[in-house]
């Protein structure tokens, strides 16, 4: 058995889930004399003096000693075996999904070579990696791998273990791991908390040993405050979000305090920036929300939840502006303080996005938005198209929200969907198993990339769309299904069924509602969706008209995530406060449109313009990319899986 720490307590890891591989590397290079000879008398006499280290360092070395490692040895890597290491990915599914985008960010950003990216768990799992091909080729490379863990009682004093250990950043440079064989890495990690005080993760950058680089260290720390802000909104979607900053500009970006209220409005989860902000006031989770600031929350919450933003002093008399998180909660608030539903046709320009996480002011697609909550509410299926990153799952969750009941919102890709266990995951194999129908129970059920399904599974789903009933695995029992549906496709539905790959009953049980969402190159919106995205990286950039014309002109094969995702990059590399036509070029090359004709759509996207425009448009950038499909993906911020579909492969 060995130890691994989870949530302060000890957890005893069971010896058969873990195979042992020896960890190798010889190295000892940058190093203060004071350190080698703290090192030198560790390594001989197993103890050394105070003082010659950073605290933080001594105390873990000192944990080291205790756990009877010895500084000189070679460490004995762990790796979980395969099922436990899946079982581990689950418990940290949704973290996972919040870091991958950050952590692809975080290596564009990370400048030089010879390092590598990684994702621990809580505990010190590493659960993935991203690394360069320099990095690749070294010892450090092979033993942080993902599954491999990384306690101090395992790898002695190294970043991820510290921070695992004491819940706070952590840098470790050389000589300064307890390890002798680790001298030649340079380990910097930040938690990530989960806004309850406890941490949710660890993310980790690692390179060959250099100077201290607090550059780095910034950045890490930035990208765990970002993934942070994401899970927390992520995880109480079912509670009213609020975001604070002292200036109003600020809402909504990296620096913003998120606050999560409970259903009494007292406080369920604060981000780290929020406690910041509130710093005087102990103990903030459970205190109601008169305690922090000068206002009753229901004197509050009907213009909130209208998305206005107001400004509310805290009990210490400082003032900070406060919006509310345009999510499930704050939508059923809304619907009970009889506000105008956020989609309901808009009567003026100005009053038409009250919620101001999205920008819907192209006037077709504000069009088809308008009558969503008609739709909703006479529970007529909703059917979304478009190409990936068109803001299909954003709509699905609109039209959920529209509904106002607290109620469950169950997404499911259909991509993942097999004949085999199909009508085990969304039926269920009993009481103690619900499936997806009995999750979704009274809410919605949005069934992702829907024309993916196999045949065996359509014909499923359509007897119980059909009838309203289904049945368990294995059980006679017949079980109501009470669930709106909401569906979305990449491929148009027609073009799924010509090609014999989409049932007719199914496609006419979920067509309902139809909803076409356009690519963002034919969005008369692009300029206000790219100032809000810039907006929300930093406040204090603009895009000036040279670079909004860089964005007209470009095609966005990776539509919103390509456009997210360059926009944060372009707010990173700002040199000033405007960003012009030059800060953009380099990033968004224009990429006229016969160039593409030289590739050929992929068979799924044939016979639809604009799925074969998107299609080669991908096709060009892998080309772009010399093949290499990881940065073509960050680059078009789509997932791999996406680009080999447009490859056929
Ligand atoms: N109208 C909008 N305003 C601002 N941001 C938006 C809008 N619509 C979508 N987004 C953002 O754009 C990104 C892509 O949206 P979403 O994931 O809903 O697209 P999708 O079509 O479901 O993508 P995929 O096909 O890859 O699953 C998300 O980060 C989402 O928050």
Same mark, same amino acid.
């Given at each position: 058995m060995h130890p691994v720490m989870q949530g302060g307590e000890a957890l005893q890891l069971p010896a058969c889930l873990a195979r042992r591989v020896r960890a190798g590397g010889d190295g000892m290079e940058t190093q203060t004399t004071a350190l080698m000879r703290a090192r030198g008398m560790l390594e001989t006499h197993g103890r050394f003096p105070g003082g010659a280290l950073p605290p933080d360092i001594a105390d873990s070395w000192l944990r080291s000693l205790e756990h009877g490692l010895d500084p000189a040895g070679r460490p004995e890597a762990m790796v979980l075996l395969p099922t436990a290491f899946e079982q581990a990915r689950e418990r940290s599914r949704d973290l996972i999904r919040f870091a991958r985008p950050e952590l692809e960010l975080l290596y564009d950003q990370i @400048?030089? #070579?010879?390092f590598m990216i990684a994702l621990g768990s809580p505990e010190g799992l590493v659960l993935e990696t991203l690394s360069d091909s320099q990095f690749q080729q070294s010892e450090a490379s092979r033993a942080v791998i993902a599954g491999s863990i990384w306690t101090e009682a395992v790898g002695g004093t190294n970043g991820m273990g510290l921070c695992a250990a004491t819940g706070r950043a952590a840098q470790v440079y050389g000589g300064e791991h307890f390890f002798r064989t680790h001298g030649n890495i340079a380990c910097i990690s930040a938690p990530i908390f989960d806004g309850r005080g406890g941490m949710a993760g660890i993310l980790d950058a690692s390179s060959g040993? /250099?100077?201290?680089q607090q550059h780095t260290a910034a950045l890490v720390q930035m990208s765990a405050a970002n993934i942070e802000n994401g899970l927390i909104r992520h995880r109480h979607d079912n509670r009213l979000v609020l975001q604070f900053h002292p %200036?109003?500009?600020? +809402?909504? /970006? +990296?620096s913003s305090g998120m606050l999560v209220l409970d259903e &009494?409005? #007292?406080?369920?989860a604060i981000n780290r920036r929020g406690a910041l902000f509130l710093t005087g006031l102990p103990t903030l989770i459970g205190r109601g929300f008169p305690e922090i600031f000068d206002a009753r929350f229901e004197d509050l919450a009907c213009r909130l939840v209208r998305g206005e933003t107001l400004r509310v002093r805290d009990r210490f008399g400082s003032a900070v502006s406060m919006r509310c998180v345009a999510n499930r909660a704050a939508f059923a608030l809304a619907g009970r303080h009889g506000a105008a539903a956020p989609l309901a046709p808009a009567r003026s320009q100005t009053e038409r996005n009250l919620f101001k996480d999205v920008v819907v002011e192209d006037p077709d697609l504000w069009r088809q938005l308008a009558a969503l909550p008609e739709a909703v509410a006479r529970r007529v299926p909703i059917s979304i198209m478009g190409e990936t990153g068109t803001g299909k799952e954003m709509v699905a969750r609109l039209a959920h929200a529209a509904a106002g009941k607290d109620r469950p919102f169950v997404a499911y &890709? @259909? %991509? +993942? @969907?097999?004949e085999e266990d199909f009508a085990r995951v969304m039926f269920g194999s009993g009481p103690g198993e619900p499936g997806l129908l009995a999750r979704a129970s009274g809410g919605t059920l949005y069934l992702d990339?829907? /024309?993916? +399904?196999?045949p065996r599974a359509q014909a499923a789903l359509a007897r119980v769309l059909d009838t309203g009933e289904y049945r368990r695995s294995g059980s006679s029992e017949t079980v109501r299904c009470d669930v709106h549906v909401v569906s979305s496709s990449c491929r148009p539905f027609d073009t799924a069924q010509s090609e014999g790959r989409f049932r007719a009953d199914l496609r006419h049980r979920l067509a309902g509602y139809a909803i076409n969402l356009p690519p963002l190159r034919r969005r008369s919106d692009i300029a206000p969706l790219a100032r809000r995205l810039i907006a929300a990286a930093n406040p204090e950039l603009r895009l000036d008209d040279g670079a909004l014309a860089i964005i007209a002109g470009h095609d966005w094969p990776g539509n919103l995530h390509e456009l997210r995702a360059r926009m944060s990059q372009a707010a990173l590399l700002a040199r000033g406060p405007t960003i012009g036509r030059d800060d953009l070029s380099d990033l968004v090359a224009a990429r006229p449109f016969d160039d593409k004709d030289r590739h050929q759509a992929c068979a799924g996207c044939s016979g639809t313009a604009w799925k074969e425009q998107q299609c080669r448009g991908i096709q060009l950038e892998v080309e772009r990319s010399q093949g290499n499909i990881a940065e073509t993906a960050r680059r078009l911020g789509v997932s791999r899986t996406t680009i080999y579909k447009h490859l056929g492969r």
């Open positions: @400048a030089g #070579s010879n040993i /250099t100077v201290r %200036r109003p500009e600020y +809402l909504g /970006t +990296l &009494d409005f #007292s406080v369920h &890709d @259909a %991509r +993942l @969907a097999t990339e829907v /024309t993916e +399904l196999p």
